[in-house]
């Protein structure tokens, strides 16, 4: 039996992906052998690299200037090689901070370049919130403006696109085809798969082809955009399991309707859960209602010494991972697209009767 798994990463995968990937576990299409032990360079393996990367692109609607890169080191170490990659001709950017992982990234950044960066967060009404871009204080000459629009640990999301002339750079890791994105107003996006995509191991990055040829000359050449670019990813053998599993996640996004469709879900998902929050009393969620993340929901209890238990009882009924993040505390539900709708009816149910036990 599959428990409803609220994990922030690694994260729930559609159970209609892994059952496929288990009937082709040991035989991947009469070929007599697992997928996980071809070659990357067989002419099977690279339909099937080929064939994620199409539909990637038709998911998002990935306009033709765009190379898209399959890579390792997880969203880490794109905190390096984006400034390695981009600060080469002007070594200077802005970092908008709004959370813990934006702020990793832009320390990272330090070692490379002239970082500015931008204390985007504040507090409206005892909530966190994400200042208006008016009070931000971008500069005129940076190579590119870097921010995370879903900040995963603090659970605060951008409500808009940052407007800006500069190349925009973008961590996703936890956002990516949760919603429609117009690609075409960014310089660069990137995620980790483990959230939501597909397993660990494999990085998404989505660059314009014109900020392929400004890297520093020291950068290690399977970092480097334009080495990955020409070799379709495959500078070095690529994590191939977790690209091949990352392409079944996109066949099943197309079948449920495309990014459109996943999206009308998340908001139903999310309203159901921040809805029965806020008409709580024993519940509550730190952020401001317009940068409410609608993939990472954290609350808190009324009863903060009753966490423990609520997490016991949880798993009891077959809701997982509901801690928050180590850093912060608290609990924390990640409703991805792979989590469906009645996981987080049944999570409602469980809180409101946990509450109603407890008060
Ligand atoms: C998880 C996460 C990361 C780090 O991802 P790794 O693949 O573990 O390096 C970076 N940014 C965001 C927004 C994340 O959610």
């Given at each position: 039996?599959r428990?409803?798994?609220?994990?922030a990463?690694?994260a729930?995968?559609?159970t209609?992906?892994?059952?496929?990937?288990?009937?082709e576990?040991?035989d991947w299409?009469?070929?007599?052998?697992?997928?996980?032990?071809m070659?990357?360079r067989?002419k099977?393996y690279?339909?099937?690299a080929e064939?994620?990367?199409a539909?990637?692109?038709k998911?998002?609607?990935?306009?033709d200037n765009?190379?898209?890169?399959?890579?390792q080191?997880g969203a880490s170490?794109q905190f390096s090689?984006i400034?390695?990659?981009?600060?080469?001709?002007?070594?200077?950017?802005?970092?908008i901070?709004?959370?813990?992982?934006s702020?990793?990234a832009l320390?990272?950044?330090?070692?490379?370049?002239?970082?500015n960066?931008i204390?985007?967060?504040?507090?409206?009404d005892?909530?966190?919130?994400?200042?208006?871009?008016?009070?931000?204080?971008?500069s005129?000459d940076?190579?590119?403006?870097h921010y995370?629009?879903?900040?995963t640990?603090?659970?605060?999301?951008?409500a808009?696109?940052?407007?800006?002339?500069?190349?925009?750079?973008?961590?996703?890791?936890s956002?990516i085809?949760?919603a429609?994105?117009?690609?075409?107003?960014?310089?660069?996006?990137?995620?980790?798969?483990?959230?939501n995509?597909?397993?660990a191991?494999l990085?998404i990055?989505?660059v314009r082809e014109?900020l392929?040829d400004?890297?520093?000359?020291e950068?290690p050449s399977?970092?480097?955009?334009?080495?990955?670019?020409?070799?379709d990813s495959?500078?070095?053998t690529?994590?191939t399991y977790?690209w091949?599993?990352?392409?079944l996640?996109?066949?099943w996004l197309l079948e449920q309707?495309?990014?459109?469709?996943i999206?009308?879900?998340?908001?139903a998902?999310a309203?159901?859960l921040?809805?029965?929050i806020?008409?709580?009393?024993f519940y509550a969620n730190?952020i401001?209602?317009a940068n409410r993340?609608?993939?990472n929901?954290?609350?808190?209890?009324?009863k903060p010494e009753?966490?423990?238990q609520?997490l016991?009882?949880?798993?009891?009924n077959?809701?997982l991972?509901?801690a928050?993040?180590?850093s912060?505390?608290?609990m924390r539900?990640?409703?991805?697209n792979?989590v469906?709708?009645?996981?987080?009816?049944?999570l409602v149910?469980?809180?409101?009767?946990f509450?109603?036990?407890?008060?």
């Open positions: 039996m428990a409803y798994n609220f994990c990463g690694p729930a995968l559609p209609a992906v892994l059952e496929k990937a288990q009937a576990m040991l299409q009469g070929k007599g052998l697992s997928i996980m032990e070659s990357h067989s099977d690279v339909a099937v064939k994620a990367e539909d990637l692109r998911l998002m609607n990935i306009p765009y190379k898209v890169l399959f890579l080191g170490l090689a400034p390695l990659n981009l600060l080469g001709k002007n070594s200077k950017a802005d970092y901070h709004t959370g813990i992982w702020e990793k320390k990272e950044a330090q070692r490379y370049g002239d970082i960066v204390e985007a967060g504040t507090a409206v005892g909530k966190l919130a994400i200042k208006d871009q008016s009070e931000w204080n971008l005129d940076a190579a590119y403006v995370a629009d879903n900040e640990i603090g659970g605060i999301q951008f808009n696109i940052p407007e800006t002339d500069k190349p925009l750079v973008a961590d996703f890791s956002s085809l949760s429609p994105l117009d690609v075409s107003k960014f310089g660069l996006i990137y995620a980790g798969a483990q959230k995509i597909g397993p191991g990085t990055v989505i014109d392929l400004q890297s520093k000359a950068i399977i970092l480097k955009y334009s080495s990955q670019a020409k070799n495959m500078v070095n690529p994590s977790a091949y599993l990352s392409g996640v996109f066949e309707g495309g990014v459109d469709a999206y009308k879900a998340n908001l998902k309203e159901l921040y809805n029965y806020d008409s709580s009393d730190p401001a209602v993340s609608i993939m929901v954290p609350f808190t209890l009324a009753l966490e423990k609520f016991q009882e949880a798993e009891q077959n809701l991972n509901l928050g993040h180590r912060v505390g608290g539900a990640s409703i991805y792979a469906p709708l009645e996981g987080v009816q049944a149910n469980f809180m409101d009767d509450a109603k036990r407890n008060a």
